[in-house]
């Protein structure tokens, strides 16, 4: 029983760890992580014990606070949903003295994600969390960016270089950089990322789309489009991981997209990422992200060669 008279679910009970991962440095206690803007401390708490996750990769933040779309902001679709939450969030500074100390007062291994209009914004957000209790940094580059004429400095490799070469001189925490998958050619922008200082990379981002609503045919969501997250993507997201590993064989990699299960955290793990982080599957079932570890913990179990690649911060492939 709590303050307020709640008593909390929490229908996992602590568990002892028998896989851990490595990810650029950092010691994950297990392979599995929450995806960023699926995961709020507030709510997730009532359901599990948020230190017993890989880490905890938390809503995007900028550098002062964000309103986000209007509404509607959200729509379903097959196996799916489309999002444009427009990155919603109260900023950096209330970041730095509420949700990561409180994070961190649980012992959650906290990856911040960062969120820009602008490289400066970036640079700003960065900056502030160089000295904070932060494990890593996880750079969000598909934000509509103002210095690159409104596109995402995740679609260009110039761009994208010359932004995390920049944010790389504030900072000395591992930055992963997250990229995108509305590109043409997923290979050249993850280069350009590893080149430019990224320590680990993480993918994928949604994907463009939208719902029309055939009484008014017109866009369900506010913003039109927006983007499209859940198993639907599971294939597409393992692809671009795979793609990624071929061209790219020692960077960290975080699998992300449509994972729902400890199986489809597997094959992210086959496919040469080192961790995997879950995202829309904790909307409509808060207790996937530990579920999902719980059951990759097991799987694991069988698979020793696997199990201590990761332990020792390699991949499968
Ligand atoms: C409602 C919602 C909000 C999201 N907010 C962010 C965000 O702030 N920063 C970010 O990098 N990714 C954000 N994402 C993308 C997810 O972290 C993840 O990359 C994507 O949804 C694919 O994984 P999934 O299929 O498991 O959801 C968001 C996704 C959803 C559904």
């Given at each position: 029983?709590?303050?307020?008279?709640?008593?909390?679910?929490?229908?996992?009970?602590?568990?002892?760890?028998?896989?851990?991962?490595v990810v650029a440095g950092v010691e994950w206690k297990n392979p599995v992580g929450t995806a960023s803007g699926t995961f709020q401390l507030a709510a997730c708490r009532w359901f599990y014990d948020v230190s017993q996750m890989?880490?905890?990769?938390?809503k995007g933040v900028s550098p002062v606070p964000w309103e986000g779309n209007p509404g509607p902001r959200t729509a379903e679709s097959p196996a799916g949903m489309v999002n444009a939450v427009g990155l919603q969030?109260?900023?950096?500074?209330?970041?730095?003295?509420?949700?990561?100390?409180?994070?961190?007062?649980?012992?959650?291994?906290?990856?911040?994600?960062?969120?820009?209009?602008?490289?400066?914004?970036?640079?700003?957000?960065?900056?502030?969390?160089?000295?904070?209790?932060?494990?890593?940094?996880?750079?969000?580059?598909?934000?509509?960016?103002?210095?690159?004429?409104?596109?995402?400095?995740?679609?260009?490799?110039?761009?994208?270089?010359?932004?995390?070469?920049?944010?790389?001189?504030?900072?000395?925490?591992p930055m992963i950089?997250?990229?995108?998958?509305?590109?043409?050619?997923?290979?050249?922008?993850?280069?350009?990322?590893?080149?430019?200082?990224?320590?680990?990379?993480?993918?994928?981002?949604?994907?463009?789309?939208?719902?029309?609503?055939?009484?008014?045919?017109?866009?369900?969501i506010s913003n039109r489009t927006g983007g499209v997250s859940g198993p639907a993507i599971f294939p597409i997201a393992l692809g671009f991981v795979w793609r990624v590993r071929q061209a790219l064989p020692d960077i960290p990699i975080i699998g992300i997209g449509g994972i729902d299960s400890g199986e489809k955290a597997l094959e992210f793990l086959y496919a040469g990422a080192n961790a995997v982080e879950v995202g829309a599957a904790a909307l409509y079932d808060p207790t996937a992200p530990i579920r999902v570890a719980r059951e990759l913990d097991d799987l694991l179990d069988s698979r020793p060669e696997l199990a201590a690649k990761l332990a020792a911060g390699e991949t499968w492939r």
């Open positions: 029983m709590t303050e307020n008279g709640n008593t909390p679910i929490n229908v996992y009970e602590k568990h002892e760890w028998k896989h851990k991962t890989g880490a905890i990769s938390t969030n109260p900023g950096v500074d209330h970041y730095l003295v509420d949700e990561l100390p409180k994070l961190k007062e649980l012992g959650a291994t906290v990856v911040t994600n960062v969120a820009g209009h602008s490289d400066d914004d970036y640079a700003q957000v960065v900056a502030k969390l160089a000295d904070s209790p932060a494990d890593m940094l996880e750079i969000n580059v598909s934000c509509p960016n103002v210095s690159h004429g409104g596109m995402s400095v995740g679609t260009d490799p110039v761009a994208l270089s010359r932004l995390i070469g920049h944010l790389r001189k504030l900072t000395s925490k950089v997250k990229l995108s998958p509305n590109v043409t050619d997923i290979a050249l922008i993850a280069r350009a990322a590893a080149e430019a200082g990224a320590d680990a990379l993480s993918l994928i981002n949604t994907l463009v789309g939208m719902r029309i609503d055939i009484r008014t045919g017109e866009p369900i």
